[in-house]
């Protein structure tokens, strides 16, 4: 992992020399004024920290959609977000790959701060997105779309990004489909493609928005199959979701959000057998029984 500052790699230096974990916040002043301020995770010398959300306030007009979030995903983790519709959700995960940038605050990707020059490259080389609507090229058959990212943006040489297709279709049990076009696949299929062709991009990161809310429910557990599959290897996953059945089985952690906050986080054992405050058991009460 890149070392996110001057600062950090003091830190970081001093922590391999006395060989203890860090976890704190770090300024840089230059000129007299504060060019950094983060607090990005060390553990054992090692900036652990893949995702992180400091003071992110966001405005559209004059609506504050996020309202000083502050959140951190750690490597390989596997966070859930679940809330009300228009609390955030998505603009969040929108924050965390560079499709909104945040009004004030700061958000970090691999130990990199996002900014409007580095955005396409960062998130380009660390993390893929998989939203409600598949997104998928409709021109393309399923192997134009799984080759398409790694041979134009990454290089890949074609017998290599097929080589890799091939192998990400049969993650998602659909080697058979190669050829098929998107608009001959039902939505399950259409969306286990669209993950198949996010692992194509082989980055730490993947954002899921929704992946099973525009399925029929006779395909969700398709979908939810191959993500439950996935959750078992290191990469991290953030995913907006109601599938409360599905976090628990595999968040590390889930978050609630309310009106632009984070209202309350928690393992999923604890959002199921002990939340805290009122709303969000309104919220579960709905979304569970
Ligand atoms: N591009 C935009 N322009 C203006 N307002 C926006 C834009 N994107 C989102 N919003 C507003 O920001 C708020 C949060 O939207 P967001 O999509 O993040 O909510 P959400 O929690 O994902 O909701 P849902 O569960 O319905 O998907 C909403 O009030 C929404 O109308
Ligand atoms: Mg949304």
Request: proline residues 4%.
């Amino acid at each position: 992992m890149r070392d996110p500052c001057v600062l950090c790699r003091v830190v970081l230096l001093t922590n391999n020399f006395l060989q203890i974990p860090y976890i704190g916040t770090c300024r840089l002043v230059l000129h007299g004024r504060p060019q950094y301020f983060q607090t990005l995770t060390f553990q054992d010398g090692v900036c652990v920290s893949m995702i992180k959300l400091s003071h992110v306030h966001k405005f559209f007009g004059p609506n504050e959609v996020l309202k000083d979030v502050n959140l951190e995903v750690k490597e390989g983790e596997k966070l859930v977000i679940i809330g009300p519709s228009g609390s955030g959700k998505s603009t969040t995960v929108r924050c965390m790959n560079g499709l909104e940038l945040p009004t004030s605050g700061q958000v970090f990707v691999n130990g990199v701060e996002l900014t409007r020059k580095n955005r396409t490259e960062l998130v380009r080389s660390t993390s893929s997105m998989v939203f409600q609507q598949f997104n998928l090229y409709p021109h393309l058959n399923v192997l134009g779309n799984l080759t398409l990212a790694p041979i134009k943006l990454f290089g890949k040489a074609r017998k290599e990004a097929e080589e890799l297709a091939y192998h990400y279709l049969e993650v998602v049990g659909l080697t058979d489909k190669a050829m098929a076009y998107p608009t001959t696949l039902s939505g399950g299929q259409q969306q286990r493609v669209a993950i198949a062709r996010a692992l194509c991009s082989q980055t730490k990161i993947i954002l899921f928005d929704e992946p099973t809310s525009a399925l029929d429910p006779e395909t969700v557990q398709e979908v939810l199959n191959v993500m439950v599959k996935l959750a078992s290897e290191s990469i991290t996953m953030v995913i907006v979701t109601h599938e409360m059945g599905f976090a628990r089985e595999v968040a590390d952690r889930v978050i609630f959000m309310d009106y632009g906050t984070i209202l309350e986080e928690g393992t999923p054992e604890h959002f199921f057998v002990n939340p805290i405050h009122d709303r969000v058991k309104q919220f579960l009460g709905k979304i569970l029984y």
